[in-house]
């Protein structure tokens, strides 16, 4: 696909790019629009179909890459591209909750991603970004928190996940749920020992690192709605959430359960068309939590061929 034009005014070129889009939804498309115009989207939609070739339940492929280091992944959905980074330092508990540990999550839009983010200030987006990512995995209670703390009331684990938006194409918050709970699954922490008073916390060349208790694996799905809330996308491109009537974000597990569900403004919707979406989703959901899974267990077995060789 290329892209033709200044400002808000985009030109599709029909069978060109490597997205392998049909030639034939293209050419329904050859006219200037500017990006905020539902026209071209709706119109796809109607017909069972999207400007960018997919089907409306398709998402963009995904491709999850774990760093050397632990707690290192990079994530790309289509062109959206996450990188998250996971570290963890010794704190002291907030007095409310003397037993357990702390978990952060940090977000950072770089203007790399896309020109209209300013660098050094957040923007509304990436506000709600960091709440439903946030949402996903504390309030879910993912994480056991439990298991972080060392010494009760006096020191506890504090993990800190940070999220950097490097490309935007659109679908930002399922691109970085999987950056997360990956790097999280993926992360390991020095691993410690306690006698009386004294805590020791071993380099992880001495001591084989520790990886952190997850419940489960929490994973949002969007969509998007058009035409009065009729019609709806999963995985919404940066042109779709342009010219979206509204959105919601759905996260759940691979045990069928709602672990919350974000929706910020746009069209009311109705009770069958939320109950729609849950059941795409836990299809989706048990797509990638498998693709998760093979991810960590094929770097574990590179690595353990690493140590023995």
């Known amino acids: 696909m290329r892209h033709v034009g200044s400002g808000s005014n985009v030109f599709i070129a029909a069978g060109e790019g490597e997205e392998g889009y049909p030639k034939s939804v293209a050419d329904d498309f050859q006219y200037p629009f500017a990006v905020g115009d539902r026209l071209p989207c709706t119109s796809a939609l109607k017909q069972g179909r999207r400007v960018d070739g997919r089907e409306v339940y398709d998402m963009r492929s995904i491709d999850i890459k774990l760093g050397s280091d632990y707690g290192y992944v990079e994530v790309q959905l289509g062109r959206t591209r996450v990188a998250a980074n996971v570290s963890a330092e010794v704190v002291r508990p907030v007095p409310d909750k003397p037993t357990e540990g702390q978990l952060l999550i940090n977000t950072e839009i770089s203007p790399m991603a896309a020109p209209f983010f300013e660098s050094g200030s957040r ?19 993912a994480i056991d928190t439990e298991g972080l703390c060392i010494v009760a009331g006096e020191k506890v684990w ?31 922490r020095p691993d410690v020992t306690v006698s009386g008073e004294e805590v020791i916390i071993h380099p992880i060349d001495q001591r084989n690192p ?78 990638i939590d498998e693709m998760i899974k093979k991810v ?3 770097d574990k077995e590179t690595r353990q061929k690493s140590h023995t060789n």
Do not use: W
């Not at 970004?129 to 996903?136: C, F």
């Open 158 to 188: 504090q993990v800190r996940v940070d999220l950097l938006f490097l490309d935007h194409d659109g679908n930002l918050v399922d691109c970085a749920s999987v950056a997360a709970i990956t790097a999280l699954l993926h992360f390991r």
């Open 296 to 298: 960590l267990e094929d």
């Open 210 to 287: 520790v990886p952190l208790s997850i419940h489960h694996i929490p994973i949002c799905i969007t969509f998007s709605f058009y035409d009065k809330g009729e019609l709806l996308v999963v995985d919404p491109s940066y042109l779709e959430e342009q010219a979206k009537e509204g959105d919601m974000t759905i996260t759940m597990n691979i045990h069928k359960e709602i672990c919350a569900l974000s929706k910020a403004g746009g069209i009311p919707l109705e009770m069958d068309q939320v109950l729609r979406c849950s059941q795409i989703a836990i299809i989706k959901v048990v797509e």
């Open 123 to 141: 923007s509304e987006e990436e506000v709600l970004i960091s709440r439903i990512v946030e949402k996903a995995l504390r309030r879910s209670r």
